[in-house]
């Protein structure tokens, strides 16, 4: 079993990728295989509106990084997308990887994959809090939309410094549940 990590922060040491690493983990001691891909690192376009991928056989016309990631994901019995949040929503780079999954509505072959999503922000507040649930929320439907089925979807708040999560026991027991729910 291959589980797939999406990592979306532009950081090095970002709180969400810190989370997504330690999913894997869990993931790999109960058997998977693990990748993760640091979109920010990668050559990647956004989504051209072309719609290509719908008079080819869900080929995107974009030979940049992401062919890579399709295939990996192709490959995958899960997927676990990491973003910050930033300005009440999904980071730029999430979002841009969440449009190119355009191609992929095309393709049979997800209706069995699990994918969760983990979020680490700095704010604490009850409005923003329940603001970016909702984004969160709107991005799983387009998840299941594209055909995954969603295993987990876990907000990481108060983490208003690189690295912070580290000293945040809860916060990472949650990412570990990640990693053991997308493996079942």
Same mark, same amino acid.
């Given at each position: ?87 009440? #929503? ?5 979002? /841009? @990887? ?5 191609? +992929?509505?095309? &393709?049979?072959? *997800? ?23 909702? #984004? ?5 439907? /387009? @998840? ?5 089925? +969603?295993?987990? &979807?876990?907000? *990481? ?28």
């Amino acid at each position: 079993m291959k589980i797939v990590g999406i990592n979306t922060s532009p950081r090095k040491g970002s709180n969400s990728r810190i989370a997504l690493v330690k999913a894997l983990e869990t993931a790999k001691s109960k058997g998977a295989d693990t990748v993760i891909y640091d979109l920010n690192d990668m050559n990647i376009r956004t989504c051209q509106a072309d719609n290509y991928c719908v008079d080819n056989n869900g080929k995107c016309i974009l030979d940049d990084d992401l062919q890579d990631v399709y295939k990996s994901i192709d490959e995958a019995y899960g997927v676990i997308l990491a973003t910050p949040i930033y300005m009440g #929503n999904i980071s730029s780079l999430a979002k /841009i @990887f969440i449009d190119r999954l355009h191609c +992929l509505l095309r &393709v049979d072959n *997800l209706r069995d994959k699990k994918f969760s999503i983990i979020a680490s922000q700095a704010a604490i507040e009850p409005p923003m809090y329940e603001y970016i649930k909702n #984004n969160l929320d709107i991005t799983s439907d /387009i @998840f299941q939309g594209i055909g995954f089925e +969603l295993e987990d &979807v876990v907000l *990481l708040i108060g983490n208003e410094n690189e690295e912070a999560i580290l000293n945040k026991k809860d916060q990472l027991d949650k990412a570990v549940m990640v990693g053991n729910k997308i493996t079942r």
